[in-house]
C-alpha cells in the first residue's frame, strides 16, 4: 500500500528554523493533497498546513507568515519550512496524504510522527 516517512525535526530554541521532510512511496495513481498535523501533549490532532492537487495550500492562523509548506509532486514529497518558532510549536508533527490508489479508491495515510521542540 501506501507509506508515508517523515525526516527532519529535533530540537531549537526559540527564534531558530527547522525543515520537515514527508516522502510517499507505494502504489499512488495521484495526489489528492499532503499536508503536516501536530499534536501537543494533552491536547488534539490539528491542521498546521495542507497542500491539494490544484495547489492551493492553508495554513493555521497560528503559523501563517511563518511556516511554509511546498511540494514536489513528480518526487511525491512535501515539505515544511518552518521559521520564527515559537514554545507552543513543540508538538510531534505528522505527515497526511490522501492519494487515488490502485482500483481507483482513496486512500488516506499517516506518517509515523516527528518530534519537533522549541526551547531555550
Known amino acids: 500500500q501506501v507509506q508515508l516517512v517523515e525526516s527532519g525535526g529535533g530540537l531549537v530554541q526559540p527564534g531558530g528554523s527547522l525543515s520537515l521532510s514527508c516522502a510517499a512511496s507505494?502504489?499512488?495513481?495521484?495526489?489528492?493533497?499532503m499536508g503536516w498535523y501536530r499534536q501537543a501533549p494533552g491536547k488534539q490532532r490539528e491542521l498546521v498546513a495542507r497542500?491539494?492537487?490544484?495547489?492551493?495550500?492553508n495554513y493555521a492562523d497560528s503559523v501563517k507568515g511563518r511556516f511554509t509548506i511546498s511540494r514536489d509532486n513528480a518526487k511525491k514529497m512535501v515539505y515544511l519550512q518552518m521559521n520564527s518558532l515559537k514554545p507552543e510549536d513543540t508538538a510531534v508533527y505528522y505527515c497526511?496524504?490522501?492519494?487515488?490508489?490502485?482500483?481507483?479508491?482513496?486512500?488516506?495515510?499517516w506518517g509515523q510522527g516527528t518530534q519537533v521542540t522549541v526551547s531555550a
Open positions: 507505494g502504489s499512488i495513481f495521484s495526489i489528492n493533497a
Open positions: 497542500v491539494v492537487s490544484g495547489g492551493m495550500t
Open positions: 497526511n496524504g490522501i492519494f487515488r490508489v490502485a482500483g481507483g479508491y482513496e486512500y488516506d495515510c
